[in-house]
């Protein structure tokens, strides 16, 4: 069965690189249309400009998520020119990783603030279209730290927790308006965020993976697809675990 989502419109944060880059050319090739958020400008216009050449409309807002009423008013903006967004992907994430005992108070705020807060305003913002259409699709891209804990991230296992935490309660809130919302929790993947990792850190890793090796940026998009599509009408509430075999 193919995944059709022509005719919705999905807006991805941290769209432009990464994880968020892969699920946005995903749900692009599915056909939906797309809102990218991200902070760093030029990398979203080459993202914009690349789904474009495949035929979807796609557009972009340059914002920093630690400011909820700028963002805010820059969404509103967007759907009153391009239209509601009835798929809602939280992707952007940072890390500023250290033992608790030396963790400063910036370290933890930043985290917090990128991670969980905007998970509160954005979804908030675009609950109010998906239960006036009685459709919608929340997917937060939480993590299997927030499962199983790590040294040295207690400040990002504390925001994916949290996420998860958010998502199962919101599930419950918003089922009876056919509204589903799940989180996809990653292993260690591929990414900007994994590059300044030593190479006996990654043998490491990879002996702890079942499957002996990284994801790809494109094996958390194809579960956030999946979420997203009529595929999932029966699924809310739930942790989708995309870590080849780390935490089980």
Request: aromatic letters at 4%; proline letters at 3%; glycine letters at 10%.
């Amino acid at each position: 069965m193919n995944i059709d989502l022509k005719g919705k419109r999905a807006l991805v944060t941290g769209g432009a690189r990464g994880i968020g880059a892969a699920i946005a050319t995903q749900l692009a090739d599915c056909g939906a249309d797309l809102l990218l958020l991200d902070i760093e400008a030029s990398a979203l216009a080459q993202k914009v400009e690349e789904l474009r050449q495949t035929g979807v409309k796609v557009s972009g807002i340059q914002a920093d998520i630690t400011n909820s009423e700028q963002t805010i008013e820059l969404v509103q903006s967007d759907y009153k020119a391009n239209g509601d967004c009835l798929i809602l992907v939280h992707n952007a994430g940072l890390t500023r990783d250290n033992l608790l005992m030396r963790m400063g108070a910036d370290q933890w705020d930043l985290v917090m603030k990128v991670n969980l807060y905007p998970l509160h305003y954005l979804t908030q913002e675009c609950l109010r279209p998906m239960m006036k259409a009685r459709w919608g699709r929340v997917i937060a891209i939480s993590s299997v730290t927030g499962l199983m804990g790590n040294p040295g991230q207690c400040n990002y296992a504390a925001t994916k927790a949290g996420v998860i935490g958010f998502i199962k309660s919101l599930a419950r809130e918003v089922g009876s308006r056919n509204i589903t919302a799940n989180a996809v929790a990653p292993g260690f993947i591929r990414t900007p965020m994994t590059e300044n990792l030593e190479g006996d850190q990654i043998d490491r890793l990879k002996d702890a993976i079942s499957l002996k090796r990284l994801g790809e940026p494109e094996d958390i998009a194809s579960a956030v697809t999946f979420l997203a599509s009529p595929l999932a009408d029966y699924i809310t509430g739930t942790v989708l675990n995309v870590s080849g075999g780390l935490y089980m």
